[in-house]
Each structure stands twice: as structure tokens, then as C-alpha cells.
């Protein structure tokens, strides 16, 4: 597990893309599981906010297109 600051202006989606590469519901869910305590803050979280970053695949498996034909 690893912690990083937040940046003025991060959104908690916007963190976890940025420092993981992901931002799907599970990458997403496991960074809430750790940080409970972000709930408490702002939709847009101030500057130097501790995050503990779930220990998720950098790339998510690659899903197959839908196509308007199948």
C-alpha cells in the first residue's frame, strides 16, 4: 500500500487515475475501503490530503467492444 498527497484541485477519481492508471468501480471501491475518512471531505479535496492508494493491476484486462451488429 502506498500514500500519496492530495493536489489542490483533485477529486478522489481524479487522484486515483492519476497515481494508479484506473478509475473503475473496483479500483475505486478499494481506495474507499482504505480511506473511510475521505467521505468527511469536499467533493474537490484540498491540498495535502493523505490517500492510501489500493494495490490494483495498473491496466484493467481489456474489455471487447459492443458492436451495433452482434
Known sequence: MRRV?????????????RETGRSDDAAEEALW???PALSEQAAVLPAGVWVSLPEV???PM??????AWD
Open 33 to 35: 475501503r482504505l480511506n
Open 5 to 17: 498527497r492530495s493536489i489542490a484541485g483533485d477529486s478522489v477519481n481524479l487522484l486515483l487515475f
Open 62 to 67: 481489456a474489455v471487447a467492444p459492443v458492436s
Open 57 to 59: 493491476e495498473r491496466h
